[in-house]
């Protein structure tokens, strides 16, 4: 029996098609996000550009004039024009809204919290 890598994820991930920046130590590319999560992202180049796994990062959503989203990570994957961005840190607002965000698409507030606490708890290494 295989496992999907929808069934390996341990977070709900939103399908959220939207316009940001992806920033990094040297460059700064427009990109659109696929989907979301609160431990990362996956987005779309327009184009294929010099990008690395490992590579620091930040990614800027903005969702409306005064609230936006900004979350600092890593590049995780690269697979062609897609990147997938492992979140390491953001900022109490940029979690409240993101949470906010993941609460009205995943309908499930046990849900939510369950990822929410997963996200707190250290790591374990098996």
């Not at 004039?65 to 953001?90: F, K, N, P, Y």
């Not at 606490?117 to 098996?126: G, K, N, T, W």
Request: net charge negative; hydrophobic share 45%; proline share 3%.
């Amino acid at each position: 029996m295989t496992t999907t890598s929808h069934e390996r994820r341990r977070f709900w991930r939103a399908n959220f098609h939207a316009g940001a920046k992806l920033l990094t130590d040297l460059a700064e590319y427009k990109v659109q996000i696929v989907d979301l999560s609160l431990k990362g992202a996956l987005v779309t180049l327009p184009e294929p550009a010099n990008v690395g796994t490992q590579e620091n990062c930040r990614l800027q959503l903005t969702l409306a004039d005064d609230v936006s989203i900004t979350l600092w990570g890593r590049i995780a994957h690269v697979a062609g024009l897609q990147i997938g961005i492992r979140c390491e840190s953001m900022d109490l607002d940029s979690v409240t809204h993101l949470r906010r965000l993941v609460e009205l698409n995943v309908g499930d507030p046990v849900l939510l919290e369950e990822e929410i606490s997963f996200l707190i708890q250290p790591e374990q290494v098996a």
